[in-house]
């Protein structure tokens, strides 16, 4: 306990007797300050204990007190002292009915008792205040430690909230409750979901004071983690602020807390190379030594069904968009659920890494993350958390996005991802061909995310409105469009017609309300102008594609 002025009028070398103020005894005093200033208020901090004799104070002015006892308390001035038998035998009348209307403990020093004297009891009892708390906080860091290394994460924040007398809880790098302690103050933590948001937008280390949900506790969060993007978050709820003890607690549980969910940068390194070497031998058809070499870093992962995923962000999507000749469309709107889930910033593929990754360890799944230059390669288990986290996170970004397109399409802070159909270790190479496929798909039609499932179910339609596509259509039908122009017949129709109904004459005949041999006529005009056979079957493939894409087109 910090000194206080009753445990200086119970300083039994001191001698002070108390005048006024008898109820505000227990207030904590930071220093002990001489001045015989007139007006000393500023060069008051707030806390102090004042040591006057009244030098230059008219101290039997009724008025001139009642002013100068109520600056001094309007400052934080937490006490009086009156040195007797200098200037005055006694404290003047005026400055004690000052003192006593406002409340402000007054303390008689006799004449033999130095201000010194009250200096060095102050000093001394602040240095053992502070050496208390620091041996404290060892005691506490030492039993944080252990707790820690015996119990986890868990152990850790039981011990520092007894240290603290109140609650702990983690968050992890989605702003989710990871362990909270005592078991009740879960659900009190899961309410300050937003405001762990909040700080982690903030750069690396922060931290912030929040109001605690029950309106009843002082709630501290601090983000943990040595990156610029924080990986998890610790919340420390009390009744009153912390005092020196609980504070080291507090810093020490930090550190603790940042070792064990922030892993060494060499360790990260190596088990990137390790994931790598793993995906290039699944992918070479080496199932056996992927496994020999992931040992039990993965768990079971590579002998369950997962998917294969592949994702990249919008400046490296939109370079193999243009290099290819694709147009990029503009995603849905968002709605309010996929809008509280996006990533407000940061890049793309470090924020899906992040989710992954914290979805796989909730649900104690294993999961292989590869950065792969401007990509990110992910497995993960088939209908696991990490695959649905997968997913949320890339409809949410695009949803975000969508709201301020203006911006995404200044930052390129956007996700494109493909997902191979579910695959075994033996069939990897094959799921990496279809997740490229899958998001060859994404990036043409401007989603943020496609399912190689979806292709073999969908039409192929929608991959007809390709620039490059509608160039090659608009070059093959121009000269029967040329034709048509002069008012010399409808071949462009007419080849619709005998298309549609697979070169059946009088079928495509009746469509067009003509005679056959008009449409006959009409079809070796066409291999004219064309100076193709309509007997060759890819000619004629080449031409009803031609059409739907311009029909797509709307031309």
Not at 175 to 194: N, Q
Not at 359 to 372: I, K, M, T, Y
Not at 428 to 446: I, P, T
Not at 488 to 511: E, F, I, M
């Amino acid at each position: 306990m910090p000194p206080t002025l009753a445990s200086l009028v119970h300083h039994s070398a001191l001698k002070l007797t108390v005048r006024a103020g008898e109820d505000r005894l227990d207030v904590p005093v930071r220093w002990a300050h001489v001045s015989e200033l007139a007006d000393p208020v500023p060069y008051m901090e707030g806390g102090e204990l004042l040591l006057i004799t009244a030098l230059k104070l008219d101290a039997e002015d009724p008025v001139a007190m009642r002013r100068y006892v109520k600056r001094l308390a309007g400052a934080g001035v937490v006490g009086l002292g009156f040195a007797v038998g200098v200037n005055y035998d006694e404290i003047p009348e005026a400055l004690l009915t000052a003192a006593q209307e406002e409340g402000l403990p007054l303390l008689e020093v006799p004449r033999r008792t130095p201000f010194l004297a009250i200096s060095k009891a102050v000093s001394a009892a602040i240095a053992a205040d502070q050496y208390r708390s620091v041996t404290a906080g060892f005691a506490a860091q030492r039993e944080l430690t252990r707790q820690a290394l015996s119990d986890g994460p868990e152990g850790l924040l039981a011990a520092l909230a007894q240290q603290v007398d109140g609650w702990a809880a983690l968050y992890d790098a989605s702003g989710a409750v990871v362990a909270a302690a005592p078991e009740w103050a879960g659900r009190r933590a899961a309410r300050l979901t937003a405001d762990v948001e909040r700080l982690r937008e903030r750069p690396a280390p922060a931290s912030s004071v929040a109001g605690g949900p029950s309106g009843e506790d002082r709630v501290e969060l601090h983000s943990l983690g040595t990156g610029r993007r924080p990986r998890a978050a610790l919340a420390v709820g009390t009744a009153a602020p912390l005092g020196t003890a609980e504070r080291y607690a507090v810093h020490s549980a930090i550190a603790l807390l940042t070792l064990t969910t922030e892993r060494s940068r060499s360790l990260h390194a190596a088990e990137q190379r390790v994931g790598t070497a793993v995906l290039r031998m699944l992918l070479a058809g080496e199932p056996h030594h992927a496994r020999a070499v992931a040992g039990d870093l993965y768990g079971d992962l590579l002998d369950a069904p997962f998917r294969l995923i592949l994702a990249e962000s919008a400046s490296a999507s939109a370079a193999r968009a243009h290099a290819d000749g694709h147009a990029r469309t503009v995603p849905a709107p968002p709605t309010a659920a996929a809008l509280a889930a996006a990533e407000a910033a940061g890049d793309p593929l470090d924020g899906l890494a992040e989710i992954v990754e914290s979805a796989a360890a909730r649900a104690g799944e294993s999961v292989l993350v590869v950065p792969d230059g401007e990509r990110l390669v992910v497995v993960a288990g088939d209908g696991g958390a990490a695959f649905a986290a997968c997913q949320d996170y890339a409809l949410a970004v695009q949803a975000a996005r969508a709201a301020a397109r203006e911006q995404a399409a200044a930052d390129g802070n956007e996700l494109v991802v493909g997902v191979s159909a579910p695959a075994g270790p033996i069939a990897a190479a094959s799921a990496y061909k279809q997740a490229e496929q899958a998001l060859s798909v994404a990036r043409r039609r401007g989603r943020s995310l496609v399912e190689h499932d979806e292709l073999g179910a969908g039409s192929v339609l929608p991959l007809l409105q390709d620039d490059a596509v509608r160039a090659f259509a608009d070059g093959l039908l121009r000269a029967l469009r040329e034709h048509d122009a002069t008012g010399r017949g409808d071949l462009v129709a007419s080849l619709r017609a005998w298309l549609s109904r697979h070169g059946q004459w009088d079928a495509a005949a009746a469509d067009l309300g003509v005679h056959r041999h008009t449409l006959r006529y009409r079809m070796r005009r066409v291999e004219e102008i064309l100076g193709r056979s309509l007997d060759d079957p890819d000619v004629r493939m080449e031409l009803w594609l031609a059409l739907k894409a311009t029909a797509a087109a709307g031309e």
